[in-house]
Nanobody, 122 residues
């Protein structure tokens, strides 16, 4: 079962910090976790990429979070983290973890977590 499991959301005041975590697992016999990423979706808006990190450590951030958010991962634990600092009301959204699985037999599949709510109050 690859289903990513997120934790760490909550309510925080403007300027505060939160750390999100997401763990996904797949049997090494059949595949491996390649890219991991965080997306977010605010009410009435489309889901957007927040940050992504490859297995080798290449990182990409949305312009809106550069300098405030930091993504990292522990490959041994198949866990990705999102450290969010200097939070703003516009960061309020449901945050979703995405895990890309590479299968030994070939091909890739995307899996999504159930989402964790982040609310920034002004």
């Amino acid at each position: 079962q690859v289903q990513p499991v997120e934790s760490g959301g909550g309510l925080v005041q403007v300027g505060g910090s939160l750390r999100l975590s997401c763990t996904a697992s797949v049997s090494r016999i059949i595949g491996s976790i390649n890219g991991m990423a965080w997306y977010r979706q605010a009410p009435g808006k489309q889901r957007e990429l927040v940050a992504s990190i490859t297995r080798g450590g290449s990182i990409n951030y949305a312009d809106s979070v550069k300098g405030r958010f930091t993504i990292s991962r522990d490959n041994a634990k198949n866990t990705v983290y999102l450290q969010m600092n200097s939070l703003k009301p516009e960061d309020t959204a449901a945050y979703y973890c995405n895990a890309q699985v590479g299968w030994k037999i070939g091909g890739e599949s995307d899996y999504w977590g159930q989402g964790t709510q982040v609310t920034v109050s002004s």
